[in-house]
C-alpha cells in the first residue's frame, strides 16, 4: 500500500493532480506554478474565507426574515382583525410572545445613592440598603400631609385585626386527607434525618395555626405529654406518635393565647387607588409607578394601597410578602386567566414598597434577618437558642434595621429576574419582619405589585380585564382579605 492510497486528501493540492478541483482556475489564471501562493494553505484559507463570508450571508437573511416575520405578528397582535396572518393560531388561546421586559433598578453596592425625578420637578435620593434582597430606601417619599392623609383615610375606613386568633380550615383539610402519623412525621422531617428537630415542628406549626410558639413553649408541650423521653429536643417517629393531632390545641387552650403570640400584631384596612380615590392615593400610585419604571397597567392592576397600625407593643414576625413559584402555583390575582384549579397559590407580589407613615418613638424597626449574608441556610434560621425569624427577640441580630421615619419609602423586589427580562424565582433573602414597637404606635402603608412569573397567564389576565373597559380596574379586584389568607407567606 503506497502512502497516496492511505490518504488521498491531503497528499497533494498540486493543480497537475487535482483536476477537478474548483480552484484549479484561479491558479491558472494566476499562471503560477507549484508556489508559496498556490500551496495548501492558501487553498485553506480561501475556503475559510469563502465559508465564512456564505454563512454571514445566510445569518443576514434569516436576520431580516425572523425580525419582519416578529413584525408581522406584533401587527397581529394590534389589529386582532388582521389575525388571518397566522391561521394556524385559534383566537380563543392567544399565544402572547414577550414584548415587555421589566425594569430592574440597578443597586451598583450597599450606599450607593441615585438620583431620581419622581414629582416633575424635583429630585429625590435612592439609596441601596442592600443587593441581596435588591432593597433601596428614599427619604421624603411621602410629605407630612400625604401621609397624614392616608392615616386618616384609613381610619376612616376603620381598620380590621391583621390576623384573627383562631385559623380554621386546617383541621378539615387534615382530617380529608387521613396521614397516617408516619405520613405526617415524614412531611415535617424537612432535613429527612427520621427525627423531627424543634424548628421542623416549629416551622410548621407557625404556618399552620398562625401562632408563634417559642422554643421554650414547645419544650413545655413536650413535658407535658411526656413526649421527649431522652430530652434531647428531638422526636424520633415513636415520641411524635405520643403527641395526638390537637395536642398543640389543648396546650394553647389551656394557656390561652395572647395577641403577642401571633405572627402578626396588628390592624390594617385597604385604600383603592382607582379613578375616584383620594387624590393623595392617586398620586402615590403615579409616584410607584415612577420609581419602579414599570409598565402603569401593572401597578394599576395590583392590589390596594394597605395601611398597617401597629400598637405598643405589636409586631410582625420574619416573613416572605409572597411565596415560592412552582410550575403547579397559581396567582391570586391572575386567577381570572387561569384555566386550571391549582394545588398551591400565592400573591406573586414582585415588589413591595413600604411607606413609613409616622416617626416610631421606641423599636418597629423594618428587619430583614438575611440580608446581603453570604448564604442562605434555611435550617440555621431557628437554632436552639436564637431564632431570627422572631422579631420580638431578636431583631438585633438581623443583618439590616430600617428605622420608621414619617415619609420614608423603603422598597425590595420579592422575586429575582428570569434573566429574560421578567419575574424569576423567590429571592429567599428578602425575608423582613417588622420588630416589636416598644413606644407609641407605628403607622405603615405597603404597596404591592403583583406580577404572574408565568408571562402568558398575566398577558392573558390583562386582555380579560381590558376586555371590561367599563370596570373600574379596582373595580375588578377582588378584596383582598377574601382573596388571600390575613398572613403572608409566613415560614
Ligand atoms: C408587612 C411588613 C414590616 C413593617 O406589612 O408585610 O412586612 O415594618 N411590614 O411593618
Ligand atoms: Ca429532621
Ligand atoms: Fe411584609
Redo the contacts with the bound molecule.
Keep these: 500500500m503506497n502512502a497516496q492510497q492511505d490518504a488521498p486528501d491531503v497528499e497533494d493540492s498540486s493543480p497537475s493532480q487535482s483536476a477537478t478541483s474548483p480552484l484549479r482556475p484561479p491558479c491558472e489564471r494566476l499562471s503560477c506554478h507549484k508556489s508559496s501562493v498556490c500551496s495548501r494553505s492558501y487553498f485553506v484559507v480561501v475556503m475559510v474565507f469563502f465559508h465564512v463570508y456564505i454563512i454571514n450571508v445566510i445569518a443576514l437573511l434569516f436576520y431580516v426574515h425572523y425580525s419582519s416575520g416578529q413584525e408581522d405578528a406584533s401587527r397581529s397582535r394590534d389589529a386582532p382583525a388582521t389575525n388571518h396572518q397566522c391561521p394556524e393560531r385559534p383566537p380563543s388561546k392567544p399565544e402572547f410572545l414577550r414584548e415587555v421586559s421589566l425594569t430592574r433598578i440597578e443597586g451598583i453596592r450597599v450606599g450607593h445613592v441615585q438620583r431620581v425625578s419622581l414629582i416633575p420637578g424635583t429630585v429625590h435620593e435612592m439609596r441601596t440598603l442592600s443587593l441581596k434582597p435588591l432593597l433601596f430606601e428614599i427619604p421624603g417619599f411621602l410629605s407630612a400631609d400625604e401621609c397624614r392623609v392616608v392615616m386618616q383615610l384609613a381610619q376612616l375606613k376603620g381598620l380590621m385585626e391583621s390576623q384573627l386568633m383562631v385559623q380554621d380550615g386546617q383541621e378539615e383539610l387534615a382530617k380529608e386527607l387521613n396521614l397516617s402519623p408516619e405520613e405526617i412525621f415524614n412531611l415535617l422531617d424537612i432535613n429527612q434525618d427520621g427525627q423531627l428537630q424543634l424548628h421542623e415542628i416549629l416551622t410548621h406549626s407557625r404556618v399552620r395555626d398562625g401562632i408563634w410558639l417559642t422554643p421554650e413553649n414547645l419544650r413545655e408541650i413536650y413535658a407535658g405529654l411526656k413526649a421527649d423521653k431522652d430530652g434531647n429536643d428531638l422526636l424520633s417517629l415513636e415520641e411524635f406518635k405520643l403527641l395526638s393531632n390537637d395536642a398543640f390545641q389543648r396546650f394553647l387552650l389551656q394557656r390561652g393565647v395572647k395577641r403577642s403570640q401571633l405572627v402578626r400584631n396588628s390592624r390594617h384596612t385597604w385604600l383603592y387607588q382607582g379613578k375616584g380615590a383620594h387624590q393623595v392615593l392617586q398620586d402615590i400610585k403615579a409616584r410607584v409607578t415612577r420609581l419602579t419604571r414599570l409598565p402603569p397597567t401593572l401597578v394599576d392592576l395590583s392590589e390596594p394601597l394597605?395601611v398597617?397600625r401597629?400598637e405598643e407593643g405589636g409586631h410582625?414576625h420574619a416573613?416572605h410578602?409572597s411565596g415560592p413559584v412552582y410550575p403547579e402555583t397559581a396567582c391570586t390575582h391572575t386567577r381570572l386567566a387561569a384555566n386550571t384549579s391549582t394545588p398551591f397559590e400565592t400573591s406573586c407580589r414582585y415588589i413591595t414598597v413600604?411607606f413609613y407613615l409616622n416617626s416610631v418613638e421606641g423599636g418597629?424597626e423594618?428587619a430583614f434577618p438575611v440580608a446581603d449574608n453570604r448564604t442562605y441556610d434555611e435550617v440555621s434560621l431557628i437554632q436552639n437558642d436564637v431564632d431570627l425569624l422572631d422579631t420580638r427577640r431578636n431583631c438585633d441580630r438581623s443583618n439590616l434595621r430600617v428605622k420608621?421615619t414619617k415619609g420614608t419609602a423603603v422598597f425590595w423586589y420579592n422575586y429575582l429576574s428570569d434573566g429574560r427580562g421578567w419575574v424569576g424565582e423567590q429571592d429567599e433573602y428578602a425575608l423582613?419582619?417588622?420588630c416589636v414597637v416598644t413606644l407609641g404606635t407605628?403607622w405603615?402603608a405597603?404597596k404591592w405589585i403583583n406580577i404572574d412569573p408565568d408571562y402568558q397567564r398575566q398577558a392573558r389576565y390583562q386582555q380579560l380585564v381590558s376586555q371590561h373597559p367599563e370596570e373600574d380596574d379596582d373595580g375588578l379586584t377582588l378584596n383582598p382579605d377574601i382573596q388571600s389568607p390575613t398572613i403572608?407567606q409566613d415560614l
Excluded: A, I
Aim: proline share 6%.
Design positions: 394597605q398597617v401597629y410582625y416573613h410578602d413600604l418597629g423594618t420608621p423582613h419582619g417588622g407605628k405603615v405597603n403572608h
